[in-house]
C-alpha cells in the first residue's frame, strides 16, 4: 500500500475496526521513519503501519521482545501494545505503540552533555545483558566486522569523493583486526543513528526505532559515543559505560564510521531528488567522522 493512499480519515477507521475504545482519540501525522508510517493517537499513543515488505517482521520481533526488555531500560522506548493483524482494510500487521517525544538528535542539538552522556551509559548498560538463545540475530549486525568487508567497500565508493577516504580506511581496519569479544552475545538495539535518539531539554530523553534489535558485540551501540554526541564526549560516554579494553573502542569506531557512511550517501539522494533519501542524514554522517577524526 502506498504512503499517499493514508490520510486521517483512514487511520480512524483502521483504529475503529479494531480498536473501538480509542476511535475518539485525536489522531494526526507526525514525521515518519524508514520503514513505518507514523501517526499520534491521543496524547500517550501511536499507530505505527508498516510501508515496506520487511516492515511487519520487524514490527512483530518489537512485539515480542521490547515490552519484556522496555522494563528495565532507564528511557522511554516506543513498547508495543496492541498488535493488529492484516485485514481487508490494511493487509498487513500493525502496531500501537506507546508514544515517545521528543526531537530526532539529527535535527536537535545536545546541550546539556553531562546529562546525556549518563543517560546514554545507564541505557546501554541496561540494555546489555546476556541475550537468550532464541533472541534474534541480524546478517548485518550480528556479525564480526571483518564480514562486512564487502558493505563497507561499496559504501566508501559511493561517497569516496565527500569523505577523507584515507582516514576512514585507517578506522576500518583497525576495527576489522583488533581482537573479537568473547563471552555470550547481549541485547543490542543495532541500529543507533541521530534519527532514533530524541533530545528534550538539550538532552537525550528517548530511543526508537527498535526494529533491528538482535543478540551482538555491544560495540555495535558503543558506536553511538560519536554517533549521537557532540565531539569531545566520546571518552565520557565510554568511561562511563565501563569500557575497558581498546579493541571494544576500535571496534565501536568501525561501526560507527560504517554507519556514517550510509548515512552521507543517504543525505545526498536526498540533495539529487533520488527516492530514499533523508535531508539531515548527510549532515549527521559527516559530523559522525569528524567525531570520529578527532577522536583518533
Same mark, same amino acid.
Given at each position: 500500500m502506498e504512503r499517499s493512499g493514508i490520510d486521517e480519515t483512514f487511520v480512524r477507521d483502521l483504529v475503529r475496526d479494531q480498536h473501538p475504545d480509542l476511535a475518539d482519540l485525536e489522531i494526526r501525522p507526525v514525521p515518519s521513519g524508514w520503514d513505518n508510517q507514523l501517526w499520534r493517537l491521543g496524547d500517550e499513543l501511536a499507530v505505527r503501519l508498516p510501508m515496506t515488505e520487511r516492515a511487519p517482521a520487524l514490527l512483530r520481533k518489537e512485539f515480542r521482545w521490547l515490552p519484556e526488555l522496555?522494563?528495565?531500560?532507564?528511557?522511554?522506548?516506543?513498547? +508495543?501494545?496492541?498488535?493488529?493483524? +492484516?485485514? +481487508?482494510r490494511f493487509p498487513r500487521? *500493525?502496531? =500501537?505503540?506507546? *508514544? /515517545? $517525544? &521528543?526531537e530526532p538528535a539529527d535535527d536537535a542539538? =545536545?546541550?546539556?552533555? #553531562?546529562? @546525556? /552522556?549518563?543517560?546514554? @551509559?545507564?541505557?546501554? #548498560?541496561a540494555l546489555h545483558q546476556p541475550a537468550p538463545d532464541d533472541a534474534p540475530t541480524n546478517p548485518g549486525r550480528s556479525v564480526p566486522l571483518a564480514k562486512l568487508t564487502e558493505v563497507f567497500e561499496s559504501r566508501l565508493d559511493a561517497v569516496a569523493d565527500a569523505v577523507d577516504g584515507r582516514r576512514v580506511r585507517q578506522v576500518w581496519s583497525r576495527a576489522v583486526t583488533s581482537t573479537s569479544r568473547t563471552g555470550p552475545a547481549v541485547w543490542i538495539h543495532a541500529d543507533l543513528h541521530p534519527a532514533n535518539a530524541l533530545i528534550s531539554d538539550g538532552t537525550i530523553s528517548g530511543i /526508537?526505532?527498535? &526494529?533491528?534489535?538482535?543478540? &551482538?558485540? $555491544?560495540a555495535t551501540d558503543l558506536a553511538a559515543a560519536w554517533k549521537l554526541l557532540p565531539q569531545g564526549a566520546a @571518552?565520557? %560516554?565510554?568511561? @562511563?559505560y565501563g569500557v575497558t579494553m581498546e579493541a571494544t573502542v576500535h571496534r565501536a569506531q568501525g561501526w560507527a564510521v560504517l554507519s556514517a557512511l550510509? %548515512? =552521507?550517501? =543517504?543525505g545526498r539522494a536526498w540533495e539529487r531528488g533520488l527516492p530514499g533519501g533523508q535531508p539531515t542524514w548527510g549532515r549527521a554522517g559527516r559530523r559522525i567522522l569528524e567525531c570520529v577524526f578527532a577522536f583518533t
Open positions: 522496555a522494563k528495565r531500560l532507564p528511557l522511554p522506548v516506543p513498547t +508495543p501494545q496492541r498488535l493488529n493483524e +492484516p485485514t +481487508p500487521p *500493525w502496531v =500501537i505503540a506507546t *508514544w /515517545v $517525544p &521528543g542539538e =545536545i546541550s546539556n552533555v #553531562r546529562q @546525556a /552522556v549518563d543517560s546514554l @551509559a545507564h541505557f546501554l #548498560r /526508537v526505532d527498535f &526494529g533491528d534489535l538482535c543478540a &551482538g558485540d $555491544p @571518552a565520557d %560516554l565510554l568511561s @562511563a550510509d %548515512l =552521507i550517501s =543517504i
